[in-house]
């Protein structure tokens, strides 16, 4: 069975950087897209950064373009999140997804638990 868990959450001032990972099992890297979402309180789940097994090619949302970069280690079958200069509106549970597709998609096939980062001002 495919699974994700999702780990690195924490308590994080504004400007600083935070490394969240995601060890997954169940699946090859090479042919799962596999990405990020995070979910404030009260709003409606969101994107954040994706790689694409089609192209191999790294998306981001624009609220974290320039400042967040998702990266792989395929040995370790983790995917990881890399959060620099944070913004209190990145206040947010973080999941990990993946999906069978070739391309990154926000309906993913696969879910693993959220992590909280909480981000200080």
């Known amino acids: 069975e495919v699974q994700l868990q999702a780990s690195g959450g924490g308590l994080v001032q504004a400007g600083g950087s935070l490394r969240l990972s995601c060890a997954a099992s169940?699946?090859?890297?090479?042919?799962?897209?596999i990405g990020w979402f995070r979910q404030a309180p009260g709003k409606e789940r969101e994107g954040v950064a994706c790689?694409?097994?089609?192209?191999?090619?790294?998306y981001y949302t624009n609220p974290v373009k320039g400042r967040f970069t998702i990266s792989s280690d395929n040995a370790k079958n983790t995917v990881y999140l890399q959060m620099n200069s944070v913004k209190p509106e990145d206040t947010a549970v973080y999941y990990c997804a993946s999906t069978i597709r070739e391309r990154c998609v926000y309906a993913m096939d696969y879910w693993g638990k959220g992590t909280l980062v909480t981000v200080s001002s």
């Open positions: 169940g699946f090859s890297f090479d042919d799962y897209s």
């Open positions: 790689i694409s097994s089609g192209d191999g090619y790294t």
